[in-house]
């Protein structure tokens, strides 16, 4: 079913076009990546898309009882409302209808005359009719289960919206509008301010949702997980691309090569006609010479291929460091309570250490620490030989929003860099033309942080530190980043959200986790990898000491002969072998379940994806059950 229709749709600010005769289709179940440089209109298009800015022609066609909702990026609070509160609002119109069937209830009860008893009964079954269709029997278990998705705890309920932070307060508004349950979503970078955990959840809920889609983001493993169709926003038109992000990047080379070659193609035969006729216009072969003529007039010329060009960035190091940088021993710190503690680890020259964990966690803190900007209450923090340390806050404090760019960038250690010199720095970070010249505090969050990490690169230090250097980059000056950082002949400690920029950055990967720590080897994948292979000898060996409890004597497990005797004729299974057999039937099943939800073709069917994933939860809780019959049926056999 066609959801959205969107024709020919032109926005222009100050006759410039930012859309320029935009055209692309939704249609029931779509899963839509947009993506785009900043600046490109994406914004814009959502606002038009959600009737809340207009088009300056064109239009947006979408039937009229479709249930739009958008990411709200900020709102006001009543400052009396708790986040329960601003939860359950989502839900409103059926927790409005979960109150009339009561209220119907309680009248039939009442009502002794047969024709108002017979009205009611009718709204009523209409009432449950409702409820049952939208599922309303279990709210307060569906705004659990969201709240705590998106990293809230149950402490936190009753607690005043004004008292959380503006990134919580962002996490309340996606909340409330997952809750609402839309027919069409449009996501604005819904993953910011939301830790890994978060995000995780997040990608499955929306991947499993039978909502429609269209999100922004630059998060690209998250695009990947969630999308099956990209739109290109560039230079005013929507290029559509199936497939998820890493398809639409892979297609997307694959057609500029193709186009380019035919784009070369066509102008060598342009060349060699218009030599022809040159040769040839008054000659003996004018005749030809004027057929062809009129043959190149008619041609339809290819454009060449307008690749999307991101930043250049580099890091140049000034000096070499000895073998090792950085060795932290019995590293401890917190304020109420401990962040971390008892942290070991020794860092070599050219390693890039990426730090991940929930928010909160203390990943600030210890970068803090490793500088000294904050004591350590426990534990030793020593550099090696001629370390020289760079930092890039996620508050972007090293630009100073009062200066020119070309002021802010210029380092205190390298005064003597010149205007035109840092012009040429600035310009390998995707700054360029007039914005040199403008204050810091006028630019745009992506172009804040492309002065900070070109000021990082002027003061040439040999090791960087970052703390979340990708928030506000565009996809291209990511992939930019990761480069210059791979090739960066220094050591890199940085803190990351972003699970692709982990994935292609670090070389090992510190986890701060509930109580304790971890370093693991390898980039985000290999670490995911280590997880789930302890998770299976986990299981694994959990099995073992459960067969182990089948050779126990019989007295200790299951009390006296009497007692056995009795539980077994309640028992379903007749034999041990037959619920072992039930067991591996259902393991098998759930494996498959499991590479269904990892596939993004499930999600192109939206009810597909929905079923999938209720029989995976319905089979995971049957396992439950067959596990623990299988201890009864151990003590009982």
């Not at 000021?455 to 040999?462: P, S, T």
Request: proline share 4%; charged share 30%; aromatic share 8%.
């Amino acid at each position: 079913m066609l959801q959205l229709l969107v024709s020919q749709v032109v926005r222009q600010f100050d006759a410039d076009p930012v859309l320029n005769g935009v055209s692309f289709e939704v249609r029931a179940g779509d899963k839509v990546g947009l993506v785009g440089p900043n600046g490109a209109g994406k914004t814009t298009l959502f606002r038009i898309l959600a009737g809340l800015d207009d088009a300056d022609s064109g239009g947006v066609q979408k039937p009229g009882d479709l249930r739009v909702g958008i990411l709200e990026q900020s709102t006001v609070f009543s400052p009396d409302r708790t986040l329960l509160d601003e939860a359950r609002a989502g839900l409103a119109p059926l927790y409005a209808l979960q109150r009339e069937a009561e209220e119907v209830a309680h009248k039939i009860a009442a009502t002794t005359e047969p024709a108002a008893h017979d009205r009611l009964q009718r709204r009523y079954d209409e009432l449950q009719l409702h409820l049952s269709r939208q599922q309303a029997y279990n709210l307060e278990h569906r705004v659990d289960e969201v709240l705590q998705g998106l990293g809230f705890v149950p402490d936190e309920y009753h607690r005043p919206i004004s008292t959380f932070s503006g990134g919580q307060q962002n996490r309340v508004l996606l909340a409330r509008l997952l809750l609402a349950d839309p027919d069409l979503l449009l996501l604005d970078e819904p993953t910011n301010h939301l830790d890994v955990g978060a995000t995780e959840w997040l990608e499955k809920y929306l991947a499993a949702s039978p909502a429609s889609l269209v999100l922004i983001s630059h998060d690209r493993w998250f695009l990947d997980r969630v999308t099956t169709r990209t739109l290109e926003l560039y230079r005013g038109r929507v290029t559509d691309y199936p497939g998820n992000f890493s398809k639409y990047w892979q297609l997307k080379a694959e057609r500029a090569e193709v186009q380019q070659k035919a784009y070369e193609k066509q102008q060598e035969f342009i060349e060699k006609t218009e030599e022809f006729i040159r040769k040839n216009f008054y000659g003996q072969k004018s005749a030809q010479a004027h057929d062809r003529e009129k043959k190149l007039e008619r041609i339809e010329k290819i454009d060449r291929p307008q690749a999307i060009v991101g930043p250049s960035m580099s890091f140049p190091a000034a000096r070499r460091t000895g073998d090792w940088v950085l060795d932290v021993t019995h590293l401890s710190k917190g304020f109420d309570s401990p962040l971390f503690e008892d942290l070991n680890l020794r860092l070599l020259r050219g390693r890039r250490l990426g730090i991940l964990g929930p928010n909160g966690c203390g990943k600030s803190t210890l970068l803090k620490t490793l500088l000294a900007e904050l004591p350590a209450d426990e534990g030793q923090v020593r550099l090696g030989t001629n370390v020289e340390i760079a930092y890039f806050d996620q508050q972007l404090a090293s630009v100073d929003p009062g200066l020119s760019v070309i002021e802010a960038v210029r380092p205190a250690n390298n005064p003597q860099m010149t205007p035109g010199q840092i012009r040429d720095l600035v310009a390998k970070f995707g700054l360029k033309g007039d914005v040199v010249q403008q204050q810091v505090g006028s630019l745009s969050g992506g172009e804040r942080s492309k002065a900070a990490l070109a000021r990082l690169a002027a003061v040439q230090a040999n090791v960087l530190v970052l703390d979340e250097p990708t928030n506000h980059l565009d996809l291209w000056a990511l992939a930019s980043l990761e480069e210059a950082l791979r090739e960066f002949d220094g050591t890199v400690i940085f803190v990351s959200h972003d699970r692709y920029f982990l994935d292609r950055v670090a070389t090992e990967i510190l986890v701060f986790e509930p109580g304790r720590w971890r370093l693991y080897d390898g980039n985000y994948t290999q670490y995911v990898d280590s997880m789930r292979r302890a998770a299976e000898e986990l299981k694994a060996t959990t099995a073992r000491e459960s067969a182990k409890g089948k050779e126990k004597p019989a007295e200790s497990k299951g009390g006296t002969s009497t007692e056995r005797v009795k539980r077994k004729r309640r028992f379903p299974y007749r034999k041990v072998a037959d619920l072992e057999s039930d067991i591996a039937t259902l393991e098998a099943r759930i494996a498959e379940l499991q590479e269904l939800l990892g596939n993004p073709d499930t999600y192109r069917d939206g009810q597909k994806a929905r079923e999938v994933k209720d029989e995976f939860e319905a089979g995971q809780l049957r396992l439950a059950e067959l596990y623990e019959h299988w201890e009864e049926a151990s003590e009982l056999n």
